[in-house]
């Protein structure tokens, strides 16, 4: 469990260094202070190489701030997930110089599931052939989900269902159509943009390639790199935090989804009906191997995580 931490402060008036995040994460205040945090050598060591991990990944989380990265990542770590591509439990997405904790779908259902209450828990996405029907009402769904792996891929997205059932029976199932979600993800994802918006593409030409590739860190988001990802934890979200039972684990996850973990550790929130903004693009980065940042060791660092 991760505890409550004061990292160390450093001496006034001390002159600010460049450094890699990988190099800030390693200095010694900061190890103390996440190891105080997280009570073990061999955690530390591997939360280090996880979040250390992400950020390479991720190019645009080198702008960001590192101490918004390390309390998104102490947060995941206090709920036992990883930020791990492959596992997909939750994200560390770049939004205005700070590192956003972001939730996948996965995540959603490796806490419902560890929660004891659920019987089943499902989501997917339904492809162009396979929806017969879906009654609201009843909430019954009638489809003939393609068989062959490869062709269901391949095949188009039309909707995404999800649905859960509790141990004692009670079963809750919503379906939406895809045009829903892409009209929802335009109104709430402040890094999305369903029609051509300022210096961006309508997401319709972004889907075929239409695009500048110089302008790629204008779609780094993962509503446009994995749509139907991002859709079904969106179903996810809606069904579990509707109707379903959430363990104190759960509503920790689900409260600080889409949000920027201060140091204090408030909340800020940036996915949210908003105006839509014009984006500017990063500053000119040197060679990878030269990729600098400049910060403070742990000055400004003051409570990394509350229990």
């Given at each position: 469990m991760v505890k409550n931490q004061i990292v160390p402060q450093g001496e006034k008036g001390e002159k600010q260094e460049k450094t890699s995040f990988s190099a800030v994460i390693n200095k010694p205040a900061y190890q103390k202070a996440i190891l105080n945090a997280l009570s073990d050598h061999k955690a530390v060591k591997r939360f280090t190489a996880s979040i250390v991990s992400a950020v390479t990944s991720t190019p645009q989380l080198q702008e960001c701030d590192p101490m918004s990265i390390v309390s998104a990542?102490?947060?995941?770590?206090?709920?036992?997930?990883?930020?791990?591509?492959?596992?997909?439990?939750?994200y560390f997405v770049p939004f205005k110089n700070k590192a956003t904790f972001v939730l996948g779908y996965k995540g959603y259902i490796q806490l419902a599931t560890r929660s004891g209450y659920y019987r089943k828990i499902n989501v997917l996405p339904i492809k162009k052939g396979e929806l017969i029907s879906f009654n609201p009402l009843e909430e019954e769904i009638k489809a003939e989900i393609i068989q062959?792996?490869?062709?269901?891929?391949?095949?188009?997205?039309?909707?995404?269902?999800?649905?859960?059932?509790?141990?004692?029976?009670?079963?809750?199932?919503?379906?939406?159509?895809?045009?829903k979600m892409l009209s929802y993800a335009d109104r709430y994802s402040a890094n999305f943009s369903l029609e051509a918006n300022g210096n961006k593409v309508s997401f319709a030409d972004y889907e075929a390639g239409n695009?500048?590739?110089?302008?790629?860190?204008?779609?780094?988001?993962?509503?446009?790199?994995?749509f139907?990802?991002?859709?079904?934890?969106?179903?996810?979200?809606?069904l579990i935090g509707k109707w379903g039972i959430m363990s104190i684990e759960m509503q920790r996850a689900y409260e600080a989804d889409m949000g920027v973990i201060s140091e204090n550790g408030s909340i800020d929130y940036v996915d949210a009906p908003t105006e839509k903004t014009v984006e500017t693009p990063p500053p000119e980065k040197p060679?990878?191997?030269?990729?600098?940042?400049?910060y403070e060791d742990s000055d400004q660092f003051s409570t990394i995580m509350n229990s």
């Open positions: 990542g102490l947060l995941g770590e206090s709920l036992n997930l990883s930020p791990s591509q492959q596992l997909g439990h939750y062959d792996e490869t062709e269901r891929e391949n095949a188009s997205t039309i909707g995404y269902y999800a649905m859960f059932e509790y141990l004692n029976g009670f079963r809750k199932a919503i379906y939406w159509s895809r045009q695009y500048n590739r110089k302008d790629e860190w204008k779609y780094s988001g993962h509503w446009y790199k994995d139907d990802g991002m859709a079904c934890k969106t179903m996810l979200r809606q060679a990878p191997t030269e990729i600098k940042e400049t």
